[in-house]
């Protein structure tokens, strides 16, 4: 199983990015789809997940701004995210979660900047 995760950069206080994770191998069809970040200095934290039934998973800081969507037929995740912060600056993992074992993609930085 890999995960490829794409989208990150660098964008203004204020702006929007829209982070994409294809997975490809042998995918289970019940699964959960997901992203976590981890900022200089500090532990990896959930940012947001979705399973393949549909139902999300927020942490509190991404309520209101971000939105996850996923698309099961191409085993893609995506993070819309708007309104960012420079405290958002991260390294962004996108994440599959299947049959009791997890799997990390190779992480996309995101820095929110003026």
């Known amino acids: 199983v890999q995960l490829q995760a794409s989208g990150g950069g660098l964008v203004q206080p204020g702006g929007s990015l829209r982070l994409s994770c294809a997975a490809s191998g042998s995918i289970s069809s019940i699964n959960i789809m997901g992203w976590h970040r981890q900022a200089p200095g500090k532990s990896r934290e959930l940012v947001a997940t979705?399973?393949?039934?549909?139902?999300?998973n927020y942490a509190d800081s991404a309520k209101g701004r971000f939105a996850i969507s996923r698309d099961n037929r191409q085993n893609t995740v995506y993070l819309q995210m708007n309104s960012l912060k420079p405290e958002d600056t991260a390294v962004y993992y996108c994440?599959?979660?299947?049959?009791?074992?997890?799997?990390w993609g190779q992480g996309t930085q995101v820095t929110v900047s003026s």
């Open positions: 994440y599959l979660s299947m049959r009791g074992n997890n799997y």
């Open positions: 979705m399973n393949s039934g549909g139902s999300t």
